[in-house]
């Protein structure tokens, strides 16, 4: 399943974005409403809609955004300091745009666990 969203549209450059990033399979820009003092969002060109539909046909793809998460880390000197990157998946996940894509925050020392929660009950 893979529908058009808003970043079929920054990828078409329909609507424009602060691009960080770009290679054939892949694309990074900032994140409209950043979290860290540096957050951008990496994204394969290739829509694939949640973690979900990742398998062994298109893992390359996802592989791609990390190898970009480490250029982009190098090209702005925050490698070393160290940085986050993650991905939603659907409701529970925190998801909103139906199109994979890996956050990477940086530039202030991240809080663990990401959320708070009085139980700590597991499944
Ligand atoms: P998620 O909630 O994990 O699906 O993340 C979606 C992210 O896309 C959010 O952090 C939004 O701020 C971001 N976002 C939505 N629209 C745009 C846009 N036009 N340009 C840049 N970032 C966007």
Known sequence: MSQETIFTKIINREIPASIVYEDDDTLAFRDINPQAPFHVLIIPKKAIATINDINEDNAHLVGNLYVAAAKIAKQNNFADDGYRVVMNCNEHGGQT???????????????????????????
């Open 97 to 123: 745009v139906y199109h994979i894509h890996l956050h990477m925050l940086a530039g202030k020392e991240m809080g663990w666990p990401p959320y708070q929660d009085t139980k700590k009950e597991t499944i």
